[in-house]
């Protein structure tokens, strides 16, 4: 299990950028794999990146092209750098954790932050 702070969401204009940080406890970091997701008011939560252990990274084709997913294991700490922000990327981003391979659904991650909110304005 691990202890997951995300930090880093706020409001932008659109065309704006964004960086978020999620850090987390413990001392195996390099052993999980790690995701975010989002949720906007009255929708499912969904996936937005995940990034494996050894760096293969996963987008979903809402941030293709404009999100980037990494990671510092010497700082037990995952990011998201946001460029070419638009309203519709306006939710609640979460960081997720799964010790093992960047699973299949959004369920399998066992570990979940806080949640910061990014607000992206027209």
């Known amino acids: 299990q691990l202890q997951l702070v995300e930090s880093g969401g706020g409001l932008v204009q659109a065309g704006g950028s964004l960086r978020l940080s999620c850090a987390a406890s413990g001392r195996t970091f390099s052993n999980y794999a790690m995701g975010w997701f989002r949720q906007a008011p009255g929708k499912e939560r969904e996936f937005v990146a995940a990034?494996?252990?050894?760096?293969?990274?996963y987008y979903a084709d809402s941030g293709k092209g404009r999100f980037t997913i990494s990671r510092d294991n010497a700082k037990n700490t995952v990011y998201l750098q946001m460029n070419s922000l638009k309203p519709e990327d306006t939710a609640v981003y979460y960081c997720?954790?799964?010790?093992?391979?960047?699973?299949?659904?959004?369920?399998?991650?066992?570990?979940w932050g806080q949640g910061t909110q990014v607000t992206v304005s027209s």
């Open positions: 997720a954790a799964h010790r093992g391979p960047v699973p299949a659904l959004m369920r399998d991650f066992s570990s």
């Open positions: 990034i494996s252990w050894s760096s293969n990274t």
